[in-house]
């Protein structure tokens, strides 16, 4: 019997969470032709299609999607046996500041497992947006940081692409309007640039109905139906859901976020790194 690569694994789970072969390529670091080519070894080892044309794209068959359970418990136990050999006698501190996405969403769960296997290390944890944090990760305020990437850094120890969507309240706009409604960060905000290009670009009209400085902010205006926003499908949860296709809303870029370590960071900051490399994709 052959086993399960969990390089495999992971590049399985990329496409999952990525949707596509392109978006899963950029997420493991490889060539669309090295990922296809993991996919067709894992459906030789699984002895089955995983994947099937859908549209203009591919999508699960249901031995793919029964696979998709399995190795997600696989890649978890792998990083159960990883962390706990790794942290048993570890302390210290370690830092770590993040953008409200990934606080809210996807790093929870890993910051217990790692807490649970590192149990002598005191966990600091700072929530704000990617400027200030970079700007701390660079005074030597945080060991590590997870902000969205503006320009290559080298101090990136991974990034992670995840599409940008359209999002709005579960009951929609309260109103109708011939302009869009948008309700943005204020400057200087990726997903803020990403949209008005965006509308731009399509010759759309829109109007910035709502502006905040937090996501708490934002979430607010887009709950009570004042606006749409720009964001990944972290944000998509608490009654804002991805917009109807009916507003026929121009596509938006990916957005990418780096996991950034500082000069000073020690063990521990990078045990806890490399966690993160592997446990923050999206969930399907």
Known sequence: METLDPDLLKTFLAFVDGGSLARAASAVGRSPSAVTAQMQRLEEIVGEPLLSPQGRGRGLTPAGEDL??????????????????????????????????????????????????????????????????GSALQAGQLDLAITMRHAAS???????????????????????????????????????????????????????????????GLRTAVNAGIALTPRTRRFAHSG??????DLDLPPLPMADFAIRLGREAGRPARDLAELLCSGLALPS
């Not at 991974?158 to 109103?175: D, N, Q, Y």
Request: proline residues 5%; aromatic residues 6%; charged residues 25%.
């Open 240 to 245: 804002i859901v991805e917009a109807s296709p």
């Open 68 to 133: 998709v359970g399995h190795a997600r418990r696989i890649l978890a136990v792998h990083t159960e046996a990883w962390l706990a050999l790794k942290g048993a006698r570890a302390g210290g501190r370690v830092a770590i500041g993040t953008t409200q996405d990934f606080a809210d969403h996807g790093l929870p769960d890993l910051l217990r497992a790692f807490a649970g296997s590192h149990p002598r290390v005191r966990i600091e944890l700072r929530v704000g947006r990617s400027l200030e944090l």
């Open 154 to 216: 080298p101090d990136e120890a991974a990034l992670i692409s995840e599409p940008m969507l359209w999002l709005c309240s579960e009951k929609g706009l309260a109103t109708r309007q011939e302009a869009v409604p948008l309700a943005l960060l204020d400057p200087y905000c990726g997903f803020r640039e990403a949209a008005l290009n965006a509308l731009d670009a399509a010759g759309r009209r829109y109007r910035i109905a709502a502006g905040s400085a937090s996501l708490a």
